[in-house]
């Protein structure tokens, strides 16, 4: 039965004809609507406008994953000594718990305190101890003995020294075998500002690594992998994230197939910290959501929420319940977990998946040229490096919005407080970030985690702006833009909460004029606002008759610098302010005009 019998067929050239008759009466000339209107990643993958059958590369290997209708592992962090969080969360919906300990979380010895009460046969531990690591997993092993439970989990062994690394798997396989000895961490690559497929790339040369030393120390390639877990970041780009873990399978399928052996690949993935905002951070809810629903459809076996302020503070007990709350949501109303794949089959994801992990792999054998990763760190740092400069420009420029920050900013915010906590304390225990073991996030510093990703910075997507947020909040008076508005309110209405929500972004109050063409009217409101800097807001044909005597008249009333929003050059406006202008540019420029300290 042909259930499209009754409508006429479209084919890829109609789709053309269409798109170009748009494309020409927008004003853009081409004779290519799939190049006018393609979209690059900075993996290098080109996003088209549309795709067909013609599209879909042959049956990937375990692109689907091994995991079943049952939903993923709702896997909590915990960086604080807190018991009593811990049992909250088990009993509120998680399902598995990450302890982050050490220096800065919870120390190596209360561990055990921090695990009373957990049972270990139901709630899977991933430790993540860095050089405190064999300590950890010894205690791990001495409460499981002491309690006749076999531990399950992963000792969270990759970040430990290699021979670390490879004495526990060897123990892992032959005393516990619920229990795996590694997380192959790739989150540091992402925090650092690396694209998916650096992160991948990365990835996959430090698994790589891992089954050359454990093969080499006697165990089977089926051991070996047996022995590796993997994390990922997951961002609120929902179609990247679910790419990014279907690729991961693919690539790590290859691996093992080369290696003469077979093998699914665990995942965890973690919402992005480098998306997180500290400014209005409750939008951090929705991106949170965004990425645990991308990391369910994309098929983790486990995921991690963070709380929404783990930027400003240690997570209380309301941040902690919305974080697991987001899971129970998706799992528990949503069913997002009973449908496996359910991006399989897309003509769209399915191209994504296969040239994101083209290029990782690429990215790959490149590490591997060079000597694996110990020996590739310089190019590693220089290719990420390079990601990160990339979207820093777009961020500059707003081509990568951010909500509430560079784009929308609430400058009558109330800011979270930031109370300080003890370790131990139940006031303020929970999950803290990913990048920095037991508080809040702090941007610029060097990656905790130990091995190659040693020296990587950690960067936030917000950073430069809520810099400037900062700097403008920290004056006596909040720093002010003049809004010029020439014209009636329906002519000048557009281009002013442009150019207002410009400045805001860098925390920069602004004030209109009001309604008029009348230049001296205009800066005498100029004058008595006590500002310096003006923009000239209005429509181009009132600019034409206007622009040029308003700005005269805000120069003689001490204007030091005029922009103007929109089109045209004037006698008297300084600089434009534009759609795709670098906004981060605008507002230094801005607080060196205003003599804001930077």
Request: with cysteine; net charge negative.
């Given at each position: 039965?042909?259930?499209?019998?009754?409508?006429?067929?479209?084919?890829?050239?109609?789709?053309?004809?269409?798109?170009?008759?748009?494309?020409?009466?927008?004003?853009?000339?081409?004779?290519?609507?799939?190049?006018?209107?393609s979209?690059?990643?900075?993996?290098?993958?080109?996003?088209?406008?549309?795709?067909?059958?013609?599209?879909?590369?042959?049956?990937?290997p375990f692109?689907?994953?091994?995991?079943?209708?049952?939903?993923?592992?709702?896997?909590?962090?915990?960086?604080?000594?807190?018991?009593?969080?811990?049992?909250?969360?088990?009993?509120?919906?998680?399902?598995?718990?990450?302890l982050?300990?050490?220096?800065?979380?919870?120390?190596?010895?209360?561990?055990?305190?921090?695990?009373?009460?957990?049972?270990?046969?139901?709630?899977p531990?991933?430790?993540?101890?860095g050089?405190?690591t064999?300590?950890?997993?010894?205690i791990?092993?001495?409460?499981?003995?002491?309690?006749?439970?076999?531990?399950?989990?992963n000792l969270?062994?990759g970040?430990?020294?290699?021979?670390?690394?490879?004495?526990?798997?060897?123990?892992?396989v032959?005393?516990?075998?619920?229990?795996?000895?590694?997380?192959?961490?790739?989150?540091?690559?992402?925090?650092?500002?690396?694209s998916?497929a650096?992160?991948?790339?990365?990835?996959?040369?430090?698994?790589?690594?891992?089954?050359r030393?454990?093969?080499?120390?006697?165990?089977?390639?089926?051991?070996?992998?047996?022995q590796?877990?993997?994390?990922?970041?997951?961002?609120?780009?929902?179609?990247?994230?679910?790419?990014?873990?279907?690729?991961?399978r693919?690539l790590?399928?290859r691996?093992?197939?080369?290696?003469?052996?077979?093998?699914?690949?665990?995942?965890?993935a973690?919402?992005?910290?480098?998306?997180?905002?500290?400014?209005?951070?409750?939008?951090?809810?929705?991106?949170?959501?965004?990425?645990?629903?991308?990391?369910?459809?994309?098929?983790?076996?486990?995921?991690?929420?963070?709380?929404f302020?783990?930027?400003?503070?240690?997570?209380?007990a309301?941040?902690?319940?919305?974080?697991?709350?987001?899971?129970?949501?998706?799992?528990?109303?949503?069913?997002?977990?009973r449908?496996?794949?359910?991006?399989?089959?897309?003509?769209?994801?399915?191209?994504?998946?296969?040239?994101?992990?083209?290029?990782?792999?690429?990215?790959f054998?490149?590490?591997?040229?060079?000597?694996?990763?110990?020996?590739?760190?310089?190019?590693?740092?220089e290719?990420?490096?390079?990601?990160?400069?990339r979207?820093?420009?777009?961020?500059?420029?707003?081509?990568?919005?951010?909500?509430?920050?560079?784009?929308?900013?609430?400058?009558?915010?109330?800011?979270?407080?930031?109370?300080?906590?003890?370790?131990?304390?139940?006031a303020?225990?929970?999950?803290?970030?990913?990048?920095?073991?037991?508080?809040?996030?702090?941007?610029?510093?060097?990656?905790?985690?130990?091995?190659?990703?040693?020296?990587l910075p950690r960067?936030?997507?917000?950073e430069?702006?809520?810099?400037?947020?900062d700097?403008?909040?920290a004056r006596?008076?909040?720093?002010?833009?003049?809004?010029?508005?020439?014209?009636?309110?329906?002519?000048?209405?557009?281009?002013?909460?442009?150019?207002?929500?410009?400045?805001?972004?860098?925390?920069?109050?602004?004030?209109?004029?009001?309604?008029?063409?009348?230049?001296?009217?205009?800066?005498?409101?100029?004058?008595?606002?006590?500002?310096?800097?003006?923009?000239?807001?209005?429509s181009d044909?009132?600019y034409?008759?206007?622009?040029?005597?308003?700005?005269?008249a805000?120069?003689?009333?001490?204007?030091?610098?005029?922009w103007?929003?929109?089109?045209?050059?004037?006698?008297?406006?300084?600089?434009r302010?534009?759609a795709?202008?670098?906004?981060?540019?605008?507002?230094?420029?801005?607080?060196?005009?205003?003599?804001?300290?930077r």
């Amino acid at each position: 039965m042909d259930l499209a019998a009754d409508f006429p067929s479209t084919t890829r050239d109609d789709w053309r004809a269409l798109a170009l008759g748009v494309l020409r009466k927008s004003g853009v000339e081409t004779e290519s609507p799939e190049r006018a209107l393609s979209t690059p990643t900075y993996d290098g993958v080109t996003l088209a406008p549309l795709y067909d059958a013609a599209d879909l590369p042959g049956a990937p290997p375990f692109a689907r994953g091994a995991r079943t209708t049952t939903g993923w592992d709702v896997r909590q962090r915990h960086a604080v000594a807190d018991p009593e969080a811990v049992l909250a969360d088990l009993d509120n919906g998680v399902t598995s718990l990450w302890l982050v300990a050490g220096d800065g979380a919870i120390p190596v010895g209360e561990l055990s305190r921090v695990l009373r009460g957990v049972y270990l046969d139901l709630a899977p531990v991933v430790l993540d101890a860095g050089a405190a690591t064999a300590e950890a997993a010894e205690i791990l092993f001495a409460l499981a003995a002491e309690r006749g439970t076999p531990p399950s989990g992963n000792l969270g062994a990759g970040a430990a020294r290699p021979d670390v690394a490879t004495a526990l798997a060897l123990r892992c396989v032959a005393e516990f075998p619920g229990l795996r000895a590694i997380t192959v961490d790739a989150t540091p690559y992402h925090d650092a500002g690396g694209s998916d497929a650096d992160e991948l790339g990365c990835s996959i040369a430090l698994a790589v690594g891992h089954l050359r030393a454990l093969t080499e120390a006697g165990l089977t390639v089926g051991q070996a992998l047996g022995q590796l877990e993997f994390r990922y970041a997951a961002t609120a780009d929902q179609f990247a994230t679910i790419a990014k873990l279907r690729a991961a399978r693919k690539l790590w399928a290859r691996v093992a197939e080369a290696c003469g052996g077979q093998g699914e690949q665990l995942q965890h993935a973690v919402t992005s910290s480098a998306m997180m905002t500290a400014r209005d951070p409750y939008v951090n809810m929705l991106r949170t959501t965004l990425a645990c629903f991308a990391a369910g459809v994309g098929g983790a076996d486990a995921v991690t929420v963070q709380p929404f302020d783990a930027r400003l503070r240690l997570p209380d007990a309301f941040s902690r319940r919305i974080a697991r709350n987001t899971q129970a949501l998706l799992l528990e109303e949503s069913g997002v977990g009973r449908v496996i794949d359910p991006a399989g089959g897309s003509w769209y994801v399915e191209r994504r998946t296969a040239d994101l992990a083209e290029r990782a792999w690429a990215w790959f054998q490149e590490i591997e040229a060079a000597g694996g990763m110990e020996a590739a760190g310089p190019l590693v740092a220089e290719r990420v490096a390079a990601t990160r400069e990339r979207r820093a420009a777009d961020i500059a420029h707003r081509r990568f919005p951010i909500t509430g920050v560079s784009e929308f900013p609430d400058l009558g915010e109330k800011p979270l407080s930031r109370p300080t906590a003890q370790a131990g304390t139940s006031a303020q225990a929970g999950s803290a970030a990913p990048v920095e073991s037991g508080g809040p996030v702090e941007s610029g510093g060097p990656a905790e985690s130990g091995g190659p990703a040693s020296g990587l910075p950690r960067i936030t997507y917000a950073e430069e702006f809520e810099r400037l947020r900062d700097l403008a909040d920290a004056r006596p008076e909040r720093p002010k833009v003049f809004l010029a508005t020439i014209g009636p309110v329906a002519a000048h209405t557009a281009r002013a909460s442009f150019a207002a929500n410009l400045f805001q972004a860098g925390g920069l109050a602004t004030e209109t004029a009001g309604p008029g063409v009348d230049p001296e009217q205009i800066a005498t409101a100029f004058a008595v606002s006590g500002t310096t800097v003006a923009c000239l807001c209005s429509s181009d044909k009132l600019y034409a008759q206007h622009a040029e005597a308003v700005a005269a008249a805000l120069r003689r009333a001490g204007a030091h610098r005029i922009w103007l929003a929109g089109k045209g050059d004037y006698d008297g406006v300084d600089a434009r302010l534009h759609a795709g202008c670098d906004v981060l540019d605008v507002l230094r420029t801005t607080f060196d005009d205003l003599e804001v300290a930077r």
